[in-house]
């Protein structure tokens, strides 16, 4: 490959979440090291081509990472007649690649990033005149998606609307100092398929219910392979359930509330009639109601692969508590999490994850009251994860957003040192 870097990943909003997932995915292909280099919301890797396949396929498995894909050339932007051709070559290799008999009309998007936006715009002007050219030369029926008067790159939820990853493709390219890189995306995150699962659930409960997308990126953080078990301890409506299952894991659910064990349940049910094929559904789950304090009358030896969940957060509160009840709220909730974690992790494999979200309440003074993490991990003879193995993540990583006054972190406790 004669470009110097060979893949783009277009990272989440909440970019520490995106490359604490990405760190993961690196580390189950198998990689020791990597070389990278991490441009506005991209991170550009250089991999060896035996990885790309795994690398593609266990993107799906992820919750926060919006797309990804190949790069094949790069130019210098100052040489507009030769990065004209190379975008020319480009383009007839890709229309080569995916157009056929069956596509009537081949949809072509284009993504051009730039920290320069009348270079951007410019560069978008160029490409798309010898798409126009090109293809009414060739008379090849296209459409050029996702330009308007200003530029506008195809959201996620468009590229599946548009139906592009079956009836055309996305030419990607970056604009890094004075180069312009040229690729093509290869996959993109797809909002359509959580939109359906979100509606098929047979019950709903907003304030018990962890959102899909984080419920995937926690299971993936678990590093658990298929056929592994995970247990949700706080399992509400059962969405950290439901992920592990479409990764083929087996799991166990927990919650104290019979109307979450009816709701989960319920959820987990229906998900397995609608997918029998994934090996046998219903023999991979099981829903208890009781209070996880008391694990240990439902666990039964040390066979856990991970525990993932989003517990118990704190009353639901709509202002910030003065600082003493917040204390009196997170020194109950950090009783309640010693009490299950210390159960949970002695049925916990060697190695074995604990993947937890914690309450933080943000102050205007810059006060942070969260549970202690430390004394947690102390209490349960576990370790605290501080950092990612590769693109220097620190946790806690904060999840939702900055401003918000009442937040979330997520962190990583392990049995064993890393
Ligand atoms: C934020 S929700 C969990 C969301 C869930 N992880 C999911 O995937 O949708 C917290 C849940 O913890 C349950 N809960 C609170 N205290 C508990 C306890 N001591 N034992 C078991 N469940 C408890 C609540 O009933 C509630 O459903």
Not at 114 to 139: C, E, F, G, P, W
Not at 183 to 190: E, K
Request: hydrophobic share 40%; glycine share 4%.
């Amino acid at each position: 490959m004669s470009s110097r870097y060979s893949i783009f990943v277009k990272l989440g909003s909440n970019r520490d979440l995106s490359k604490l997932e990405l760190s993961v995915l690196l580390k189950k292909i198998g990689l020791e090291d990597i070389t990278f280099t991490e441009w506005m919301d991209y991170i550009f890797l250089k991999l060896s081509r035996n990885y790309f396949t795994k690398f593609f396929k266990l993107l799906d498995n992820t919750g926060s990472i919006i797309k990804a894909g190949y790069l094949n050339s790069e130019v210098n932007v100052e040489k507009e007649v030769e990065w004209k051709n190379k975008v020319k070559d480009h383009l007839v290799k890709n229309i080569d690649k995916h157009s056929s008999d069956k596509i009537k009309q081949l949809k072509i998007a284009l993504d051009v990033q730039a920290k320069n936006l009348d270079l951007r715009n410019n560069i978008v002007t160029s490409i798309r005149k010898i798409i126009t050219d090109y293809t009414n030369d060739m008379k090849i029926q296209a459409k050029i998606l996702g330009i308007k008067k200003t530029y506008s790159q195809l959201s996620p939820y468009q590229f599946y609307k548009e139906n592009l990853h079956r009836r055309g493709f996305e030419i990607t390219s970056f604009v890094v100092k004075s180069k312009i890189i040229f690729g093509v995306t290869n996959w993109v995150t797809n909002p359509l398929l959580d939109i359906k699962q979100d509606e098929g659930r047979q019950s709903r409960l907003f304030t018990h219910g962890t959102s899909i997308k984080l419920a995937r990126t926690l299971i993936f953080l678990s590093g658990v392979s298929s056929d592994g078990l995970v247990l949700d301890p706080f399992c509400g409506t059962g969405t950290i359930l439901i992920e592990a299952l479409k990764q083929k894991m087996q799991t166990i659910g927990v919650d104290k509330d019979p109307k979450c064990f009816r709701i989960s349940k319920e959820n987990l049910n229906a998900f397995s009639l609608k997918y029998p094929a994934k090996a046998k559904m219903k023999d991979k789950w099981t829903v208890y109601s009781q209070d996880s304090s008391d694990l240990v009358k439902i666990l039964k030896s040390k066979n856990l692969d991970a525990i993932v969940t989003e517990p118990y957060l704190g009353p639901f509160l709509k202002d910030l508590p003065l600082t003493e009840e917040a204390g009196e709220i997170m020194k109950s909730l950090e009783k309640l999490y010693i009490n299950v974690l210390r159960e949970g992790s002695k049925f916990l494999k060697d190695n074995g994850k604990i993947v937890f979200i914690l309450p933080v309440y943000k102050y205007p003074n810059g006060l942070e009251m969260k549970p202690n993490v430390e004394r947690i991990a102390s209490q349960c003879s576990l370790h605290v994860q501080e950092r990612s193995k590769f693109f220097h993540i620190s946790l806690p990583v904060q999840i939702g957003r900055k401003h918000n006054v009442i937040n979330r972190c997520l962190i990583i406790f392990t049995n064993q040192l890393e």
